[in-house]
Structures are given as C-alpha cells and as structure tokens.
C-alpha cells in the first residue's frame, strides 16, 4: 500500500513553543493529505487536511504545508497549549483510492 | 446525532472463541472502514466497505470477516480468536474516501 513514513515519534515542547510534525509519501499521485489528533481514549480526529493542488493551508494555529516535489507533508502547530497534547497522525489515500493509510502516529506532549 | 458507535468497548477473549464486534452510523455516509491500532504501529485497515453489501480487503484482513448488510452497519468478526488480535479496534465511516469519522473504539484482549 501507500507507505506513509511519521517523524518523530515522540515529541514535547514547552507551552507557547511551535512544533512540527513531518510525513513522506511513496505514491506521487497521490492527492489528498490530512492530520488527524487522538486524544487518550477517544477515536482519531479530522483536524486538517490539504489537496495536492496548493501548498499551505491554516486554520488558525494550525497549519499544513505540502512539497510535491519532495514527497512530503508537514502539520505546524503554534503557541502549543497544553490541551494540544495527544497522539497526531498525517494519512494518504490507499491504492484503491477508497481509504487511507496512516503514519505510525506522533505523541506530542505540551509542558507547562 | 451520534455519529459512529461501536459496540462493545471492552471485551476478553480466550483463545480460540468467536466474536463480532458492531459499528453503527447515523451520518448516512457511503463508505465505512474497520482498522486496528496498535503500539508503534499506528492504525492499520483491515477491511472497508464502500457500499451497501460490498467489503474489500485492506492491508491486515487475515484471521478477520466481515459484513455490510445494511448501509448503517458494518460488523467485524473474529471466527478464532488468536492472541495476536488483541489491539485496539476503531470503526470509521465517511462520505467519499475522505474525512472520516471515527467511533470511540473497542478495546480486545485475547488470552
């Protein structure tokens, strides 16, 4: 399937401080990229996602950049706030094109 | 409005029993999607369904059967539970291939 590579896997920053959370894909067609956020025992998350046809997108704190030519994807957070602690994972289509495939996850902590 | 609901949340298993667990959503969506979450391995698809009575394959289907008899439902089955199946289960549904919604998850262990 789509192989989707989630660095790092562990992650902590002080409360305020940016963190970036960075994905590579295999399949160059592929068009579609969203981040998902998984709080400690609750299902995953749509936070953000971005097409293939622009490069950023924000949403308030957070932002997706997307680098076609480089196969990679990455999920910024400003002025972290504790409650941005959680598990985040970056997916791509799978080959079917009816699903997606998910990194492994990145457990980001927040400290006060 | 509920949105995804998966049943049970919890079960224990012993080797070799047999199980269905159910997912069930109220947003009328199209596609529905079963995966297993485990330690360091992130969420990984087990089967999917992009329609009433159809299902296919996804990357880990083995050891696991499933059904889409009604548009709303989609049940997973373990026919033999094996030790290696603990893990986290989520159901997910969604309109076309994007933004899906996830239930809150089942929770097995086999022993």
């Known amino acids: 399937g789509e192989n989707v590579e989630q660095h790092p896997s562990t992650l902590s920053v002080q409360e305020g401080d940016s963190a970036v959370i960075k994905c590579t894909y295999s399949d160059s067609a592929s068009n579609y990229f969203p981040w998902y956020k998984q709080e400690l025992g609750k299902g995953p998350q749509l936070i953000i996602d971005?097409?293939?046809?622009?490069g950023e997108k924000k949403d308030q704190r957070i932002a997706v950049t997307l680098n076609k030519t480089a196969k990679h994807f990455s999920l910024h957070i400003t002025e972290t706030q504790p409650e941005d602690s959680a598990v985040y994972f970056c997916?791509?289509?799978?080959?079917?094109?009816?699903?997606?495939?998910f990194g492994k996850g990145t457990s980001l902590l927040v400290t006060p | 409005n509920a949105g995804v609901t998966q049943t049970p949340k919890f079960r224990v298993l012993k080797t070799g029993q047999s199980m269905t667990l159910l997912c069930a959503q109220d947003?009328?969506?199209?596609?529905m999607y079963w995966y297993r979450q485990d330690p360091g391995m992130g969420l990984r698809l087990i089967h999917y369904?992009?329609?009433?009575?159809?299902?296919a394959k996804g990357e880990v289907p083995d050891g696991y059967n499933v059904s889409r008899l009604k548009k709303q439902n989609f049940l997973l089955g373990l026919e033999s539970a094996a030790p290696s199946q603990t893990s986290v289960y989520f159901c997910?549904?969604?309109?076309?291939?994007?933004?899906?919604?996830f239930g809150s998850g089942t929770q097995l262990s086999v022993l």
């Open positions: 997910a549904s969604s309109r076309r291939s994007e933004k899906l919604f």
């Open positions: 947003m009328n969506h199209e596609y």
């Open positions: 997916a791509a289509p799978h080959p079917s094109g009816y699903a997606l495939n």
């Open positions: 971005i097409r293939s046809n622009v």
């Open positions: 369904s992009v329609g009433e009575g159809t299902t």
